[in-house]
């Protein structure tokens, strides 16, 4: 079956610009999530969805990134003013449910670059 | 806090040689455990899981045993083949506060035939 699939696989702005971000999940699965990965920092979580819920924003590096998931299915990440600190990959994975112990299928991935 | 430590990279090895990539991890629950692998150009992939105290995952040839006692969840393979060339990234997944992995470092592989 189809995999998870992010849009665009690239994408190239100024600074200052927003962006938006898109992932369509594993049909079916409820768990959503966010991850970036950038040399400095290696792999690290965003935020996740249970259904259409995010219940900890924590993760976000600033006030700057949001995310919304509708119908349960796909997402949007939103850089908003975006700073050459966010350039980046960012992967959004699904799961079938919220469990530890299921396993995340993830994304190709979107690579970001602020100029 | 919930944390991974993976030995450091770059890893080269001969074709057929034994691998061991190191993982420890330090949890304040009962996590589950796993190695996702990342092929050059390719996303990030499940290698293995376990998902309790001396389960042992496996796939593809390479094999990982949960040890709680040592907080540990080592890679091994015998026979390494230049296909397997990759980054693999040890990780744990908690429910604490936020579901989420938490990954280790990665460690790059290079199989030279």
């Known amino acids: 079956g189809a995999g998870v699939s992010q849009s665009p696989s690239n994408k190239v702005t100024e600074k200052g610009k927003d962006v938006e971000l898109r992932c369509d999940p594993i049909s079916g699965h409820t768990a959503l999530y966010w991850y970036r990965q950038s040399l400095g920092q290696g792999l690290e979580f965003l935020i996740y969805?249970?259904?259409?819920?995010?219940?900890?924003k924590s993760g976000l590096p600033s006030d700057r990134f949001s995310a919304e998931r509708t119908g349960g299915s796909v997402s949007t990440l939103t850089i908003q003013r975006t700073q050459q600190e966010d350039s980046a990959v960012y992967l959004c994975?699904?799961?079938?449910?919220?469990?530890?112990?299921?396993?995340?299928?993830f994304g190709p991935g979107t690579r970001l670059t602020v100029l | 806090g919930n944390s991974v430590t993976q030995m450091e990279g770059p890893v080269t090895l001969s074709e057929e040689a034994f691998l061991t990539i190191n993982c420890t991890y330090t949890?304040?629950?009962?996590?589950?455990l796993f190695w996702y692998v990342q092929y050059p150009g390719e996303g990030l992939q499940l290698l293995l899981k376990a998902t309790k105290a001396d389960d042992k995952g496996s796939n593809k040839g390479f094999e990982a045993t949960y040890r709680k006692e040592t907080t540990s969840f080592h890679l091994e393979k015998g026979s390494v083949q230049v296909s397997d060339s990759a980054v693999y990234f040890c990780a744990l997944s908690l429910i604490q506060g936020a579901q989420k992995l938490v990954f280790g470092q990665g460690t790059r592989l290079t199989i030279n035939p």
């Open positions: 969805f249970q259904g259409n819920s995010a219940p900890d």
């Open positions: 994975a699904s799961s079938p449910r919220l469990a530890t112990a299921d396993t995340q299928y």
């Open positions: 949890a304040t629950g009962y996590p589950s």
